[in-house]
């Protein structure tokens, strides 16, 4: 007969997600890692992650939902790195060309605690999160047996890689626990060290949100600082390239349907004229509008300076026009590095 847990699992397959695994409420026995990521300010400017109710919250998964005795972790594919070298020259990160993960993940979510409540009988204490939670998500995954937390930081499964979003849902319900991931299978690798443009994976599997491409890209709603502006290439939204050289996604799995590329690439330089309409029009529904038009075209000037070619001059002399500073400073600063290197 078919448990509980089992028919859980097949229900998440059913659902798009590749992996699925229950750990129990215990409070992340790493948490000290983070408090000391925190103490250093490699979360720079996310200040959310520092706020004393955050931290409680992700120090102990009962302070989030008191009757939690479960969570069940799960993991959903989205469209795999293009290796190195191909594609066009100006980059997004691979999870962010299909639609927003933040809209097609949680209703999954809903319908498996819909489910385990069908099968219980009666409703259950639940809260549900993907990215967007105060938890520990990729300890929570490897202690569900979902992989292991590579060098990169990232959650990495032998059989799907790490090309995949995580989501948990916890749970006032006891259920089995699986056994945590056992090993690490990182070994002597240190690819994704090498690789990494700005040097910002740390030894104890974090990285200098500072330093990595996504927290610039993404999360800073500033200047980008100069001294890393040359590293950051051609990515304008995110960086793959930790996950790219990492050998374990040969192994990533096809995307989930609502992750197929969607947004039109590559992305021209003609978008550093973007209106906020067109902006909005064509980022609706793709994890892209939270760089909001700004920050988009802030990093776009940032790659097209980094791509050095002279007929792009006069779409940036434009855009050093617009009425937003970030885009005209961040403009400004490509003309300059490409008319220095005409010199
Ligand atoms: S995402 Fe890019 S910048 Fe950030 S750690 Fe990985 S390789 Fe480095
Ligand atoms: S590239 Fe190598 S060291 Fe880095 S996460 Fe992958 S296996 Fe681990």
């Not at 026995?29 to 720079?44: R, T, V």
């Not at 069940?72 to 070298?85: D, E, R, T």
Request: aromatic share 8%; with cysteine.
């Amino acid at each position: 007969m078919i448990t509980l847990e089992q028919a859980v699992k097949e229900k998440a397959r059913q659902l798009g997600f590749i992996l699925a695994g229950v750990t129990s409420s215990e409070a992340p026995a790493h948490f000290n890692i983070f408090e000391e990521w925190l103490s250093q300010n490699k979360h720079g400017t996310m200040q959310y992650l520092a706020e004393e109710r955050s931290r409680i919250r992700r120090a102990d998964p009962k302070q989030i939902l008191p009757e939690c005795k479960s969570i069940l972790v799960l993991a959903m594919p989205y469209h795999s790195p293009l290796p190195l070298g191909e594609g066009p020259g100006v980059r997004v990160a691979s999870y962010t060309l299909g639609d927003d993960y933040h809209d097609i993940i949680p209703p999954r979510l809903r319908e498996i605690v819909e489910f385990i409540e069908e099968q219980v009988g009666h409703p259950i204490p639940n809260r549900y999160y993907t990215d967007t939670g105060p938890i520990l998500e990729r300890e929570l995954a490897q202690r569900a047996g979902l992989g292991w937390i590579g060098k990169n930081s990232m959650l990495i499964n032998p059989q799907a890689g790490s090309t995949f979003f995580l989501a948990e849902i916890l749970l006032g319900i006891e259920l089995e626990p699986d056994a945590p991931f056992p090993t690490d299978h990182c070994g002597t690798c240190t690819r994704c060290l090498a690789a990494c443009p700005t040097q910002c994976i740390l030894p104890d599997r974090t990285l200098d949100a500072r330093r990595c491409i996504s927290y610039l890209t993404i999360e800073l709603k500033d200047d980008i600082p100069e001294e890393v502006r040359e590293k950051m290439g051609e990515w304008i939204f995110g960086c793959d390239i930790c996950q790219q050289v990492c050998p374990w996604n040969r192994f990533a799995q096809p995307a989930c349907a609502a992750f197929e590329p969607k947004i039109p690439l590559p992305v021209l330089t003609s978008d550093l004229l973007l209106s906020s309409v067109e902006f909005n029009q064509r980022f609706k529904k793709s994890p892209v509008k939270r760089a909001k038009r700004r920050g988009y075209l802030r990093n776009l000037s940032v790659a097209v300076g980094n791509r050095g070619n002279e007929n792009d001059l006069p779409l940036l002399e434009q855009a050093a026009q617009d009425e937003e500073p970030l885009v005209k400073t961040h403009a400004q600063w490509a003309i300059n590095k490409i008319r220095s290197e005409l010199k």
